[in-house]
């Protein structure tokens, strides 16, 4: 009986480092292309859909929701959007943007899909590794990151005039002002997304 879980465990170990090796192997070969313009494997893409998923869920558990419904937070949150969001999440009648088609993978359109508060929260606090989603919880407290929340809860059901208006409305993104030479200039790619024209 020693003998034989003597036997497994040698043949366990000699699995793990001949798979470790292979691990190194793989890594320093170039073999895996991390080019944004290949799709994963789906191997790969499934372990790494998994465990963001997981991740999020697990670390969104505990956040104590907010009141979402005050008019006024929702304004705030649509300027906030307009200002940073709309290049890759898109808006009510927008087609595409410049960034979009070139980002893998592909972020979402949140004109089309509602987002649960408290992963919503999470995300846009701390963004996502190996992704194009910034960490926003470095320039916005948690107040204004509240406010893009309420107003995506809303988003989906919206026209693009509706957007348009709502935006037209919003207060300035002040959290992102740091002098002149950041504001969008009229007729430039921001600009467009602010007012949800888009391409």
Known sequence: ???QVWTIGITLAVGAIVAGLAGVAVVYSGTFN???DVPHSWP???LMNTVRERSIEVRARGIQVPGLEDPQLVLKG???YAAMCTACHLAPGMGNS???PGLYPRPQNLSKVRVAPRKAFWIIKHGLKMSAMPAW???HDDATIWSMVAFLQKLPDMTPEQYREVVAKAPPDDDMD???STRPEAGSSTDAGRRGTGR
Request: hydrophobic letters at 55%; zero cysteines; glycine letters at 20%.
């Open 98 to 100: 410049e960034i979009r």
């Open 78 to 80: 649509a300027g906030q």
């Open 1 to 3: 009986m020693k003998a």
């Open 137 to 139: 919880g470095g320039s």
């Open 34 to 36: 991390v080019a944004a």
């Open 44 to 46: 790969v893409l499934a």
């Open 178 to 180: 740091m002098g002149a």
